[in-house]
């Protein structure tokens, strides 16, 4: 008889557990990131829909800081007043989604089929008026998003080097100079000749891909949808064919204009596409996408190599004045003392203005705190491009909840430095920095509605904002100030004597100012290249998806800002210069004058940005992130310095 099997135990609780976490695991979707599907007309049902919808928002310019909501110009609309939810991320940065007449049916193919059809006359104020902002738009190159299935709808051309880019957005319409020099959109046609004028792309050729879900009764859902501009004058405007000539209109020309709006919509089934990988051919096109690898692992492997060689330094050079200092019995070698154990007695006095710099330092965790959370889980996933708006929304919960560490950390710095003043501490740190950015921002909301812009945020949103900021986050930072003074004061090592010992005269290099300027060199140099990315996401609408990337330079940022900070506080020691506090603070603080200057040169040497409002536009917002990452990298310098006095100042003996 073979071997008896003994029956395994029935663990019901367990494998009711498993099945309910694979259920859930079936279920589970990335928030916004759901997949929808659609069917012809004849299997339309509840979970499975045949209508396309296609979404409008904001036209924006490389050229100019000012977006524009859909209704400012005078396209096709529809009377429905659809609008899909926005949440605060998508208003802060200025995205109008709204409904459109374009509308389509699965697998249901058009040709050169009528919107609608717009007529200006010169001669009527209003309507020359809008003309004139049409032409603008097209002269500045403004550019129409569109969005099917919470995917742009993208215009694909070659490039360079056999090369295919996909532009999430496609050109109003572009401009010839009255030399006959074709603008923008302009040199993909050589029809687009006649001088002094403007073309307009009013046809639009879209293709649908989509992919069959593996279970056919699911239906298909689509991972692709592109367009290719074109410009036609259509003479027959009642039953258009799509040729002819383009749609040109001369600048000078004052008299009645109609262009008429038309599309073409054409399926395709992509047999290799899944639904969750539809997003690639969007981000690999993307302008230096293929270059920056090489660039950020040579920033990073020298970033690494000169961190290391810093920390080697420090050890090797702290071990052997460690070991000397404790050899050191009698009194004849401690009057031969130099460096920096002679000023144990003063390292812990408290620095001048200690009430703001403690402030600084809560703001700066704060933000230290909520940039780590925020990569994470942009790193996760949660954030991507697909959840629109989601980045900045949870930066922005993160800073509101956030309020207790920064009122606990502005409150313990402040009580070590011997204040006693802790209701203006906590009101300071409420409300100095958070202040300063909102009044920047109010300002610059301010000129977005003079200018009419889409990226004017609502006085409602402004409201609520308020009410986040006063409702939350102060009283966060009130409970958070609390156990911060309640807490004993931090004991320090030493004691500090009642005489403050006067510091001899410096060499240039551990001067403040030649020390500070000089720390800000190596912490730049490990996110200069990265800098470059966000500032082209930014100000050339263009998506950023590198958050894996960003996080590992946020490490090595906070790695070389540390030591970098350290290395300086150390030489500044040896020098018999106590005043460690404020150094350490502006020595690592000073990368965000490099990231000034670094914006400065972006903006003159990359963008094309033109207008005195989109000026002002670039750089009140440039300040704002400026004093962001003033309050974050100095927060790490001087924490690194605190930790690193506090630490050999217990190891060594001190008579």
């Known amino acids: 008889m073979g071997p008896s099997v003994q ?11 498993l099945l309910v976490i694979l259920q859930l695991s079936n279920a589970f979707y990335l928030p916004g990131l759901a997949p929808v599907n659609f069917c012809e007309k004849s299997k339309e049902r509840d979970d499975c829909k045949n209508l396309i919808e296609l979404f409008v928002n904001r036209l924006d310019s490389v050229e100019s800081v000012l977006p524009y909501e859909y209704t400012a110009f005078d396209f096709c609309q529809t009377s429905e007043e659809k609008r899909p939810s926005e949440n605060l991320g998508q208003v802060l940065f200025g995205e109008r989604i709204e409904s459109s007449p374009y509308k389509f049916t699965f697998k249901k193919e058009e040709k050169c089929r009528v919107v609608c059809t717009k007529t200006f006359d010169g001669n009527k104020k209003d309507e020359k008026q809008k003309l004139d902002f049409l032409k603008k738009s097209m002269l500045l190159n403004y550019q129409h998003h569109w969005i099917v299935d919470n995917m742009p709808v993208t215009w694909c051309y070659d490039v360079e080097d056999d090369q295919k880019f996909c532009n999430p957005g496609f050109p109003i319409g572009c401009y010839i100079t009255e030399d006959g020099h074709p603008k923008d959109a302009c040199v993909i046609n050589s029809d687009f000749r006649e001088k002094d004028t403007f073309y307009i792309f009013n046809h639009v050729d879209i293709k649908i891909h989509y992919h069959v879900v593996e279970n056919e009764d699911l239906g298909a859902r689509l991972v692709a949808a592109k367009l290719d501009p074109k410009s036609y004058r259509h003479t027959n405007i009642e039953n258009p064919d799509c040729s002819g000539p383009p749609m040109g209109m001369h600048n000078k020309y004052q008299g009645m204009i109609k262009i008429p709006f038309t599309y073409s919509v054409t399926f395709v089934e992509e047999p290799n596409i899944r639904w969750a990988s539809r997003w690639d051919y969007i981000l690999e096109s993307m302008p230096h996408t293929h270059i920056q690898w090489f660039s950020i692992m040579n920033s990073l492997v020298i970033v690494l190599f000169l961190s290391g060689m810093v920390a080697m330094i420090m050890l090797r050079t702290l071990h052997k004045d460690i070991a000397r200092y404790n050899q050191m019995d009698s009194t004849e070698d401690a009057q031969e003392e ?10 812990f006095r408290p620095p001048r203005k200690g009430m703001l710099l403690s402030v600084f330092l809560g703001s700066g965790t704060q933000i230290l705190i909520m940039t780590f959370v925020t990569l994470f889980f942009a790193c996760l996933g949660f954030l991507s491009p697909a959840n629109r708006g989601a980045l900045m929304t949870c930066a922005v919960v993160l800073w509101v909840l956030l309020g207790t560490p920064a009122g606990y950390a502005a409150a313990r710095f402040y009580k070590s430095f011997g204040g006693e003043k802790w209701k203006t501490n906590v009101l300071l740190t409420s ?3 958070p202040g300063i950015v909102f009044a920047d921002f109010f300002v610059m909301n301010l000129i977005l509605w003079g200018e009419g812009s889409s990226a004017a945020i609502p006085f409602g949103t402004l409201v609520a904002i308020l009410a986040l900021w006063f409702c939350i986050s ?8 609390y156990f ?7 004991e320090n090592p030493v004691r500090t004597n009642q005489i403050p010992r006067q510091i001899p005269e410096q060499s240039f290099y551990t001067k403040p100012l030649p020390g500070i300027i000089m720390g800000g060199i190596l912490p730049f140099g490990c996110i200069f290249i990265q800098l470059f990315f966000i500032l082209n996401s930014i100000w050339s609408h263009q998506m950023y998806y590198m958050f894996g990337f960003l996080f590992l330079v946020f490490i090595i940022l906070v790695i070389t800002c540390s030591e970098a900070t350290i290395l300086l506080c150390y030489f500044h020691l040896c020098a018999e210069d106590y005043h460690w506090q404020w150094r350490s603070f502006l020595t690592s603080g000073f990368t965000a004058i490099y990231f000034l200057v670094y914006a400065i040169h972006y903006f003159f040497s990359k963008l094309q940005i033109t207008g005195t ?8 917002y440039t300040m704002i992130m400026v004093l962001i990452f003033f309050l974050f990298t100095g927060t790490i310098g001087f924490l690194a310095c605190f930790w690193f006095v506090t630490k050999i100042y217990s190891v060594v003996k001190v008579d």
């Open 7 to 17: 029956p395994v135990p029935f663990d019901r609780p367990r494998l009711l557990v």
């Open 338 to 347: 130099f460096g920096w154990k002679l000023v144990h007695g003063d390292i």
């Open 431 to 433: 409300f100095l920095c």
């Open 474 to 481: 102060v009283p966060l930072t009130f409970i958070g100030a």
């Open 484 to 490: 911060g003074f309640k807490k004993n004061t931090i």
């Open 613 to 620: 409002a989109s000026t002002i536009l670039y750089f009140g």
